[in-house]
């Protein structure tokens, strides 16, 4: 129904409406208390609906709370104004009149006293209240197919980025949790979702907090003993139904048990809020009265999704035991003794779980997040807390680039670590949010795509500013994840050098030629040490600048995100793109990364399978690999996506039949790793650093031979064994390189020069 006739029909209810009302008093004997009450009844619903209903939803529509409220009081005003105007009312015969006339009087009467009339303006306003409730309840409610649809309807309806499912009966308990949540959600991108405990009202143990079976932080849950998370105390992000689907309404009960076996399928994780419970749930639940049926769900979720491994098939055979002595002990008689035992048995879960939340710091997320890094809770640099670093990140910015997502990593860990003794130069809106004690944004700002000015505004700020705020902030050391840093520096100073692509393709960055040539070697000499990404990085480096120390350079490989890049095949690819069995190809639209040979390889397979290239795309580059396409007649079969958001990336990877990668010049090559970790069948040019990199995991192809490229194209594409081979090898070469062991190696390396 079209707003134009819901505001019709509400206009002629409310004038059938008033001509009812007016003929009220011809048929009705009315006292003067009567009217009062009627009259305060009508004005009461009238204001009920207009605040608590009218009002939200122009508030809505309007955009504007100076507009709404204007609205509201003229509309009130006219209210009143019409009300006076139109004032006629008749008194009761004790009140000594028996017309009708227009004055003012004060309520008199014998059978009600002005007490009760008083008391009597405010029922309207109650009864306004209960019609708005109605009329909003009626405006969600429709018929379902049962509990896994209302659910589904509740997840498509909500507007927000976080989902809570609150069940009949279910009662909030901690508001604190719901903003403590939304800041965890918002400042970890690898959680997908909060859980905590909740007060469980047991018909036979009484009021009991029931705990998660696995509370912690991305370990795989034991599905098998049943739900390893409350689902009335999640809060899951609204995206993560874009991975995982909604709710199955072939499941009666256990829909919440298949959904989370989906998550763990998808490698999705959460985190564990362990400050209080935060839902009371009514214990006379479906759930309670047929776990019967929730086991046999349950068995049903875990083969469904392939997840009836010999573990959880002995976790749910245990279930069923336990089930069926419970149900014995109930009938012998001993339910109170089994309430107790419950009772019991949840305290001791309760205990272990604050006890590893303790120890482990996990709640210091709750006022820091992104803090938690357990890989370094172990270490102990003990040198380290009394010095202070600087990090220079001004190259963090919006725009995931290699060296901006390099430079995060590493400069968060390490702030996470050493906070109050670390300082980050950075205009990065991300980590002064994270830590904002420690963050100053009195940088010059990073401007993408760079340019002249921007990269001499940033150059000259290292040497002036930078400066100075190594001694203001009296820094014992200045860390640089970037090939930039101070000249003559009078502190250690820790460059990291990616690669000298300026010098391969000068006509790509022709300003940064003078740079590397002149300035970069001075920078070099006056550094303590130099990180290069790779042994052919530090080779390269030797090579170029023969005055430069052997010693001074150390190679700690950059890292990949494990737990966000891994194999996650759910066919959003192919639902978002139209794309199945396809080639993929990751990187900047650039000359170097050879993408015309790729297009050549590609002709000579005519019965290859479609490419995918994904990717920061430059004009008059992509104009030229179009026109090479139609050409070669396979324009129908390459599929330029530009850029893919970082959450869609894993999936690119994984649904892909194999990724190439056929660079002539890397320094390191972090899309190969991301592939290989995803499980992603991996083709690469065996030049420069890749070969370093990839191992025995690649398959690894000469980038100037089309030839050679198109057969491993063909072998990968028909070969179904050595695509299995490839895919198999990739997860487990990639644990190699991790930002947890970079973040590692580099402290040891602080440590080492400050000592």
Known sequence: MSPFVTVLLYCLLTMVASLVGGWLPSLVKLNHLKRQLMMSLVSGVMLGVALLH??????????????????????????????????????????????????????????????????????????????????????????????????????????????????????????????????????????????SDLVFEDRISGDIRLTALQPFFFKAPPLGRGMPYHHQSMIVRKKVFEKTGLFKLRYKISMDFDWVCRLHKNGLGGFYWNKEPVVKMDGGGISALKEHLVIWESLQALKENHLLNSKNLYGISVRTLFYFARRMMELLGMAEILGKLKKEKHKLLWQRSRAMAIKHNFSAILTEPKSIFPAALS???????????????????????????????????????????????????????????????????????????????????????????????????????????????????????????????????????????????????????????????????????????????????????????????????????????????????????????????????????????????????????????????????????????????????????????????????????????CGCPTLSSNRCSLPEIGGEACHFFNPTDISEMAESIRKVCEDSEFRHTLGKRGPNHAKKFNWDSSFKSHMDLFETILN
């Open 379 to 677: 270490q102990n640099w003990k040198l380290l807390p009394q010095k202070r670093i600087g990090l220079n990140g001004l190259l963090i910015h919006e725009y995931p680039t290699g060296l901006s997502r390099y430079s995060y990593e590493l400069i968060r860990r390490i702030m996470s670590h050493l906070r109050g003794r670390s300082i980050a130069y950075s205009a990065s809106p991300e980590l002064s949010m994270e830590f904002p004690e420690s963050t100053t944004g009195a940088v010059p700002p990073f401007r993408y795509p760079a340019n002249f000015r921007s990269n001499s505004i940033r150059l000259s700020w290292e040497q002036v500013g930078l400066r100075y705020a190594c001694f203001k902030d009296k820094l014992d050391l200045l860390y640089s994840p970037i090939a930039e840093g101070i000249l003559f520096p009078r502190l250690p100073q820790i460059i990291t050098i990616h690669d000298l692509l300026p010098f391969h393709y000068p006509s790509l960055l022709p300003r940064w030629v003078p740079y590397y040539e002149y300035f970069l070697p001075s920078i070099i000499k006056g550094s303590t040490a130099v990180v290069c990404v790779s042994e052919f990085t530090r080779q390269e480096v030797l090579d170029r600048y023969s005055s430069i120390q052997d010693e001074k350079l150390i190679v700690i490989h950059g890292g990949v995100d494990l737990e966000r890049f891994r194999p996650c095949s759910t066919g959003v690819i192919e639902k978002k793109y139209k794309l199945k069995d396809y080639l993929l190809c990751v990187g900047e639209v650039r000359p170097y990364k050879n993408l015309e040979s790729v297009l050549r390889a590609l002709a000579l397979c005519p019965d290859g399978p479609q490419l995918a290239i994904s990717g920061k795309i430059f004009g008059e580059h992509k104009t030229k690999l179009e026109n090479l396409a139609s050409s070669l007649k396979i324009e129908n079969r390459v599929v330029w996506l530009g850029y893919v958001p970082d959450d869609l990336l894993p999936n690119l990877y994984s649904e892909a039949m194999a990724f190439i990668f056929p660079s002539l010049y890397e320094g390191f090559g972090l899309p190969i790793i991301e592939a290989m970790a």
């Open 54 to 195: 009218m009002l939200p939803a122009s508030l809505e529509h309007l955009k504007s709370a100076s507009l709404a409220g204007g609205a509201m009081l003229s509309g009130l005003l006219v209210m009143f104004f019409l009300l006076r105007v139109f004032h006629v009312h008749s008194h009761a015969v004790n009140d000594g009149h028996d017309c009708e006339h227009d004055h003012h009087h004060e309520p008199v009467g014998d059978d009600e006293s002005k007490s009760d009339a008083h008391q009597f303006s405010w029922v309207g306003l109650f009864v306004g209240l209960a019609i708005h409730s109605l009329l909003d309840g009626v405006a969600i409610s429709e018929p379902d197919k049962g509990i896994s649809d209302a659910f589904n309807k509740g997840v498509l309806r909500a507007s927000g980025d976080n989902v809570m499912f609150l069940n009949s009966g279910d009662v909030l308990l901690s508001q604190d949790y719901l903003k403590e949540a939304e800041k965890i959600i918002k400042f970890n991108p690898e959680i997908s979702f909060v859980h």
